[in-house]
């Protein structure tokens, strides 16, 4: 006897695309018992950025339900009760292990299939591991990884029960900065370990990276640059105890946290739907190269059209972005309507200790610092973090970055990108804040 069920829709992942998607299909419209979301989480849809900030806080800590989506863009917050009165199942705690496309039908675990009319995959990404690449001990206990709600529990009880001890935290990219800032205010005893010359390597120019790592120097993390993790050494319970670098260092550890980097979740559709650039390739409508498949959020690969390329983005303002446009176009081809393509503006940000930077455009040409007009500096102090970079190519602004903004300025600076002002060097330097707050 098969256990079968149907649906219009099904939204495959239930992270921040899936929510933001929910969301949109009520404001089009949806009939009771159409659409099901199901995700191998346990809880509803959810902002998943908390996870490496407030939710690790001593005091006070983000819970559940806070943070359900869609209260990262200001919006009511879609609690479980919410899927309900609007008729959608919410099929949670259930992973699928195999998709047939050309069947159009998915089987869980437990071995339940679903079929549908449409798909949209928004099954996000994953943590690499240091497993992966095979690095020894790295099995060991009390090292973490946080992608979900419960690697974050699982770091929740170890800081509780290793209270105060030694933190390692190895990569210097945001999940990084962030939890090793997260653990500091826990009052542990913080060493980060990074590859590179310098954190956020992949965004920061030296100079924005250098004032970070002074702010994270004052505040205590000792900054372990240029080499990686080759050995983890457990003791008798298995739990980790020290970590080997490539340099020859040995740092003492009672947790270890890792953030080298995430991969979307594309191993479902391998050689049924086309795949770009290591995600699934949509057009700018979102449509897979596979009938009535759609792809959202962290595992599309999109035509960009601001920069002429097709990317991936793995950032939580374009998850809400691309699944709301995805159902804006799956309802409009239903109603033989047309809508334009997507058009995404990259923007992210992040917030470490009483920090916080936003970031939109594209980090391409020359970097261009500029500070606070109040100091005559072009360099930034640790002591009044307030400054920015824009990124000129051939005589344009085509990226900015801003620490300690006001909401005025960081719109003037998404403003001035936006529109790829033509503007000179020299200028940007001294009145690169004040064009800013003019443009907010
Ligand atoms: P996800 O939110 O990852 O959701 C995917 C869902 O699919 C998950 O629920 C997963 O369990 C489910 N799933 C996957 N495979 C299956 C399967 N086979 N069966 C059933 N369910 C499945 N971005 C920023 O811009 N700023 C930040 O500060 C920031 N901080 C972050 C902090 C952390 C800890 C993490 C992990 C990410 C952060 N991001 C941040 C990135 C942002 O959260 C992601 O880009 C966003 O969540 C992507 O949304 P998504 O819906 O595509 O995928």
Redesign the pocket.
Known sequence: IFDKQHFKYII?????????AAKEFTRQRLLPGELAI????AVA?Y???????SYLFPNEPARLPSFHVCVGSGEEILLPEWYKEKGIELIIG????K?DLASKM?I??SGKIYTYQTLII??????VKLTDSGVQGADAKNIFY???IS??DMLVEAIRTKNKGKVVVIGGG??GL??AAAMRINKFDVSMVYREQWCMAGLFSPTIASFYEGYYANKGVKLIKDTVAVEFEADLNGQVKKVKLKNGKVLQADIVVV?IG?RP?T??FEGQVEEEKGGIKIDGLFRTSVQDVYA?????TFPMKLYNDMRR????????Q??EHAVKAIKAREDGKSIEEYQYFP?????YFDLSWIFCGDNVGEPVVFVDAQYNTTRPSPTKPKFGTYWINNGKVVGAFLEGGTAEEIEGIAKIVSLQLEAQRDRLEIYGMLVAGLYG
């Open positions: 495959l992942g239930g992270g921040v695309a899936a929510g933001y199901i995700s191998k989480e849809p902002e998943r950025p908390v996870l490496t900030k259930t992973e699928i292990v998709a998915l869980s675990a928004a099954t996000g990404s994953k943590a946080l992608r979900e690697d974050a945001n999940i962030e939890v953030g995430a979740l191993e479902l959202v959020g962290d595992v599309a983005v793995q950032h939580v303002d374009h998850a809400r691309s699944a923007f992210l940000y992040s917030s």
